[in-house]
Nanobody, 124 residues
Framework: QVQLLESGGGLVQAGGSLRLSCVVSGHTLGTYAGGWFRQAPGKEREFVAG????????YYERFVEGRFTISRDNAKNTLYLQMNNLKPEDTAVYYC?????????????????WGRGTQVTVSS
């Protein structure tokens, strides 16, 4: 059973940085794709960034491109999301996800595994 455990959320001022971590247990992710979604109050869950674990290919939504970086540590079976120049509109619960395919997907139903989420709050 694959389990994802996020950490690293918190409260930060606009312009600040946070790094989210997602430790994956129960399976090595060599043939999977991983990523991050977020959900703000009253809004639908949306894709943020994805990564193909086997070759490191990444994809970002336009609203985070240039500010966020997704990466992985194979030895630690951990996925990261470095978030810089945070804005109040980045406030949301951030979810780590994984799917049993190397291809990055952009929609929530395409991901088999979800973490419980970590809250990120950006004050203005």
């Amino acid at each position: 059973q694959v389990q994802l455990l996020e950490s690293g959320g918190g409260l930060v001022q606009a312009g600040g940085s946070l790094r989210l971590s997602c430790v994956v247990s129960g399976h090595t992710l060599g043939t999977y794709a991983g990523g991050w979604f977020r959900q703000a109050p009253g809004k639908e869950r949306e894709f943020v960034a994805g990564l193909s674990w086997s070759d490191g290919t990444t994809y970002y939504e336009r609203f985070v491109e240039g500010r966020f970086t997704i990466s992985r540590d194979n030895a630690k079976n951990t996925l990261y999301l470095q978030m810089n120049n945070l804005k109040p509109e980045d406030t949301a619960v951030y979810y780590c996800v994984a799917r049993t395919s190397r291809a990055i997907a952009l929609t929530a139903p395409d991901y088999n595994y979800w973490g419980r989420g970590t809250q990120v709050t950006v004050s203005s």
